[in-house]
């Protein structure tokens, strides 16, 4: 009953300073952050992890203290295990939070957000990856110490390391397309084929790098749908990368107009309507008339924009803006369908005799001797047992 007590005296103040101390951390870093932001990222990312250590190990502390280590109490080992399996767990919850925290006090000064961002996007693409790399490597040696605080587990050390030559082939053979794809999600992440944000076409679909994995790539489709390929696709698959080297695009806006187009006065217009908007870059501006075959005259228009959604909006505008134009002011320009009606058309002449002579192979008998072999046989008159007269 003593231990008893002492241990919720023990266990009390462990959570009276706990709280105390969660106060304290808040206050301070509250105060930082209203000077420095990187202090107010902080306090939000380490909040519960810091706050949950520090009650564990508390905990344990007044555990220790107040249950002596003697035969009466034989459980004493087994709690003692437990608070340093949660210890473990929480230090290893504790360091990946303040590792993320550190990767993203990296980016903060790599912005995306504006136009020339093939760096940044550069660096993000890799940084995120070393993110995924550094909690995977942080939870395994967690999950390490964990278990060699279990008995027993060094000596089945010995019985694995003995058969570590099997088992690693077995092992390689089963995760050969998962290792496949960490290793293609690294290659991706440090050759620079992709990069977060970067726009592509796979699968003749259009849209955005969203999110770059050890073992997968999510593409944001341009409807808003999500396309996950693995990691693998990109090393062994041809695709479009729009922004490999630089974000501006230059996009083409196509025309089969009648042969009385004015170009000139296309072209003109196409000025006029490219000054009227903001989506336009100013590096590009070209009209030609790049074929004039079966009737059409084919009008292409070459565009640019700073991206790849300002460039298809500006596609989508010129287009608009031209064919009200072609409608307003040349309609004799619009595209038309020519029929040639002819009122009179001869009536095909009947093939003249042929003078061969009729006892040739080819005369002009030819027809009624091949009836001799391939008419009709003849068979009115003539009963089944008789035979028939030959012609």
């Known amino acids: 009953m003593d231990i008893l007590l002492r241990l919720l005296v023990a266990i009390g103040f462990a959570l009276l300073i706990t709280a105390a101390a969660a106060l ?7 105060s930082l952050g209203r000077r420095e932001r990187w202090a107010a990222v902080l306090s939000r990312r380490t909040k519960h992890p810091f706050r949950s250590m520090l009650l564990v190990a508390l905990l344990w502390t007044a555990f220790a203290t107040s249950v002596p280590d003697t035969d009466a109490h034989p459980w004493r080992d087994e709690v003692t295990h437990v608070f340093l399996i949660a210890t473990i767990a929480v230090g290893c919850w504790l ?33 995120l990856v070393i993110r995924r790399l550094t909690v995977a490597v942080l939870v395994i040696i967690a999950l390490g110490a964990i278990l060699l605080t279990f008995p027993g587990v060094e000596a089945a050390g010995a019985s694995v390391l003995a058969s570590a030559g099997l088992l690693s082939v077995i092992a390689g053979l089963a995760a050969q397309s998962t290792l496949g794809n960490v290793f293609a ?3 991706l992440a440090f050759s620079g084929s992709i990069r977060v944000d970067d726009v592509v076409v796979v699968e003749q679909q259009w849209g955005r790098i969203e ?29 479009e990368n729009w922004t490999r080297t630089n974000s501006e695009l230059l996009g083409a806006v196509e025309f089969d107009l009648d042969w009385r187009v004015r170009p000139g006065d296309m072209r003109a217009e196409l000025e006029r309507i490219l000054t009227r908007t903001e989506l336009w870059d100013g ?3 070209v009209l030609q008339v790049t074929d004039a075959v079966q009737g059409y005259v084919h009008v292409r228009v070459l565009v640019t924009a700073h991206d790849a959604p300002s460039l298809f909006d500006l596609r989508c505008y010129v287009r608009e803006e031209l064919v009200a134009w072609i409608q307003r002011t040349h309609p004799d320009a619009q595209p038309v369908q020519r029929v040639l009606m002819v009122d009179d058309v001869a009536a095909p002449t009947r093939r003249a005799a042929s003078t061969a002579s009729s006892s040739a192979l080819f ?29």
């Open 24 to 30: 304290v951390t808040h206050l301070v870093f509250r």
């Open 95 to 127: 360091a990946c939070e303040v590792a993320i925290f550190l990767e993203s006090l990296g980016l903060h000064r790599y912005r995306i957000d504006v136009p020339d961002n093939r760096q940044a996007r550069r660096i993000r693409t890799q940084v």
């Open 185 to 187: 999600g690294m290659q």
């Open 211 to 239: 999110e770059i994995t050890l073992t997968y790539v999510v593409v944001h489709l341009w409807d808003d749908r999500r396309f996950v390929l693995p990691s693998t696709y990109f090393t062994s698959t041809p695709f």
């Open 283 to 285: 590096r590009v501006q």
């Open 363 to 391: 005369g002009a008998d030819q027809d009624d001797r091949a009836a001799m072999f391939t008419g009709p046989i003849r068979t009115s008159g003539i009963r089944p047992d008789e035979v028939p007269p030959t012609r």
